[in-house]
């Protein structure tokens, strides 16, 4: 592919480099895509990060992906006003998703009862439950399981050992990583008279709605009573933990090792960064952050950034931080005024 065609697919303009006519500059051949540290003459890289931005005068590459005010460079340019967005549709002009043929392995056992749409790729050792349906072009790969009364949309993607437990529900274009486990039972337990602890029944489900990724060994736990919900376009990371009776708003990011304690409810366009913990019970408002390792012990309005523990507002987390940084220095200097106080009075 030439460079004025990967262009037009990626709905960006092409701009030549200093001293190099624009049909010149489409005609050079593409063949693929790379970091900008090793891209060669006939590869695309992309500066999104401005650390990187002194890269953009050295690399080898054909063209960079950048944003439209990006300073003329040597080197052809596609500009855009999301060059990362733009960096990962180069990537999958390159990189297509495997394709899966239509058909059913005969290791697979899908029961009898159950309703599966058409074009479905059923691999091996899938078992699929009493009583599911699963809209078309489904792909399940091998050893995916689907519990009794499962409802899944059309273009579900399962990956090797993900699992759906009884009667949940998923809508369209839902992706399971591999590991994913989506209505496994809630952490409830009551104690009795005795000390021990009993198992309270999780009676619920868990639905996930249109567009949603779980991401490999992430849980999404099941209800109580009721529903855990997870709203459309909702990316869930590698080992995310979603307590029971959790709701999770549009388009929200939930970063690997985040943990959501049970009826915790996050709103839209939320992001809680990696190793985030929320206790049960709160609200998380639309278009929080919540920067890593945060720990979140009451409710967070809207549009707040939060640090630390118990989480405060990320600037004066940062002030905290930096203030405890020079505790040492300024215990040194506490005890050298002590000994001239001391030494005065003597």
């Not at 990962?88 to 392995?105: C, D, L, M, N, T």
């Not at 549009?250 to 960064?273: D, F, H, P, Y």
């Not at 002030?319 to 009075?345: G, H, I, S, Y």
Request: aromatic share 4%; glycine share 10%.
């Amino acid at each position: 592919m030439n460079l004025g065609e990967l262009a037009h697919r990626l709905g960006v303009e092409l701009v030549a480099g200093e001293g190099e006519s624009l049909q010149r500059a489409a005609e050079r051949t593409i063949d693929g895509v790379a970091g900008i540290e090793t891209a060669g003459p006939t590869s695309v890289t992309f500066v999104a990060n401005p650390k990187y931005a002194a890269l953009a005068r050295t690399t080898h590459a054909a063209a960079l992906i950048v944003e439209p005010s990006f300073p003329a460079l040597k080197t052809a340019t596609l500009r855009t006003p999301n060059p990362y967005l733009a960096w990962s549709k180069a990537i999958a002009v390159f990189h297509p998703a495997p394709r899966y043929e239509p058909g059913v392995h005969p290791t697979a056992v899908v029961a009898e009862s159950s309703r599966v749409g058409a074009r479905a790729h059923i691999g091996a050792y899938v078992v699929v439950g009493e009583r599911c349906k699963l809209g078309d072009d489904a792909v399940l790969l091998p050893h995916v399981v689907l519990y009794d009364g499962v409802t899944v949309g059309d273009r579900f993607l399962a990956h090797a050992h993900s699992v759906v437990r009884e009667n949940c529900r998923l809508g369209d274009d839902v992706v399971l990583q591999n590991g994913a486990v989506i209505g496994a039972d809630g952490f409830g337990f009551a104690r009795n008279a005795d000390g021990r602890w009993v198992k309270i029944v999780q009676s619920g489900l868990a639905v996930l709605e249109n567009a949603v990724e779980v991401q490999a060994n992430a849980c999404v736990d099941r209800a109580t009573i009721g529903e855990t919900r997870i709203a459309v376009g909702v990316k869930i990371d590698n080992l995310v933990q979603v307590g029971h009776g959790c709701s999770v708003g549009e388009n929200t990011l939930l970063c690997s090792q985040t943990g959501l304690g049970g009826s915790t409810t996050v709103g839209k366009n939320v992001i809680l960064a990696g190793q985030v913990g929320s206790a049960g019970h709160l609200t998380i408002g639309d278009g929080a952050i919540a920067t890593a390792q945060t720990g979140i012990p009451s409710d967070v309005a809207p549009g707040a950034v939060v640090s630390g523990y118990p989480a405060m507002d990320n600037r004066a987390w940062l002030r905290t931080v930096a203030a405890v940084n020079r505790l040492p220095e300024l215990l040194r200097r506490f005890n050298a005024l002590e000994k001239q106080m001391d030494t005065a009075k003597k």
